[in-house]
């Protein structure tokens, strides 16, 4: 592992040690969580630092707002580019889940850009051609993240009318 990588895994024992204690230094390690979502060619860096943000949603909940919308663009920019590797993308459908549930009905503007890339994923897996070329806990594996995805956001959106109108075309 490289030093980001442990950097980040020692980062992510302090946000679940510290819980919402941890809201005021944010702002100063935000960049190293940035830095690893950009990250997407070295894809063990970028799960880990899928599995921080992560921590940081479940410690944090709705103090973690301020960074949603640069969590959020490298997350759904993850599933546009290519190089991306097939086993980061259940972490991060997962990770959308997490946002969601932490920052509740402010996740309704990410919700059209959310919700194709869950649907497209979940259509992928359940295509013969892709089933015969994966492995089968590959392709369970990506199921599951787009099920956390999903039940996540569904929690989130729980007595949010605006989230539930922003949801129901999918």
Known sequence: KTMHEEALLALGALI???GEAFAPS????FP???RGLANTQDYTAFTITVGVVGDLCTSLGPLMQPVADPVMRHLCAAFGHNGTHSSARPAALSCFGDVALAIGGAFTPYAAHVMPIVQTNMCTCMEAEYAAMIATEDRNALINGCLEACAGI???AKGEVAMIRALLPF
């Open 16 to 18: 679940a040690l510290m």
């Open 154 to 156: 569904l929690q989130g």
């Open 32 to 34: 190293l969580v940035e």
């Open 26 to 29: 944010l702002s100063f390690v």
